[in-house]
């Protein structure tokens, strides 16, 4: 049914992997179109109630796939898979190993919950790739604080599960054997209590985000980026396995 996801669902928990192992799972605009119909099935499937979210072979994923057509920026930045997934109205955790990179990153922050294997590696790239981290702005400040969030986002550092853990980016740190499994005791701890309860102080809590003004500020903000200099350097950098040099033109 898909062709860069699965979705599978065990009792009442789904299971939603990103699957382009090959390119560790690089996010393409195909995938975004994916994941947003598989989510909307996902919070219309009165059977699922609690949906998990994950990647397949060595890592969750490296973010933006750079070889995807720049005709494809206005969609891909629309935010409205992000939205979908940080408003569904159905309870996600992120299971992350590996390389948790820029979109990647972005997809974890929007989950509710994050557990981690020992070996992920998380980081943000906009600023490398001569773009920006548009499906955190509002997110990332709100879990760890400004001046992390603008030192994570200014010097796109990455850092380990343990750093991550540290700063509230994540819940869990476990060994990658036990990453799907604490995931699992995770849900269902959650699925013992009242689901009607849960829904509504979700929907509470994430009140306000995602609104009009932040939509065309991203707009603005990519119309600008994605003919600029620096763009440009970053994905032939990017094709020529090299280090950008920007002009920030």
Known sequence: MYNTILVEKKEHIAILTLNRPEKLNAINLE????????????????DVKIV??????RAFSVGHDMTDP?????????????????KLDK?????????????????????????????????FIGPRAGGFCYGSLE?????????????LFFTCEQISA????????????????????????MAEKIMKLAPLGIKYTKRMMKRGFFDA???????????????????????????EKREPVFKGK
Do not use: W
């Not at 005709?71 to 992000?82: I, K, Y």
């Not at 996600?92 to 590696?121: F, M, N, P, R």
């Not at 750093?163 to 740190?173: C, D, P, S, T, Y």
């Open 91 to 123: 309870p996600t955790i992120a299971a992350i190993h590996g390389y948790t990179l820029g979109d990647g990153i972005q997809q974890t922050l929007l989950c509710d919950i994050v557990v981690a294997s020992e070996d992920a590696i998380l980081g």
């Open 70 to 86: 720049p005709s494809t920026s206005d969609e891909f930045t629309s935010l409205e898979e992000e939205e979908k997934l940080f």
């Open 162 to 185: 343990e750093e991550a853990f540290r700063i509230g980016l994540v819940n869990k740190v476990v060994p990658r054997q036990q990453l799907m499994p604490a995931a699992f005791e």
């Open 139 to 151: 997110v990332l400040p709100a879990l760890i604080g400004m001046r992390k969030a603008s030192e």
């Open 31 to 46: 995938m975004k179109k994916e994941l947003h119909q598989a989510l909307n099935e996902l919070e219309a499937d009165s």
């Open 213 to 239: 003004e932040l939509k065309s500020s991203v707009r603005e903000a990519y119309r600008v980026l994605r003919v600029s200099e620096d763009r440009k350097e970053a994905v032939r950098a990017f094709m």
């Open 52 to 57: 998990i979210m994950t990647g397949a072979g």
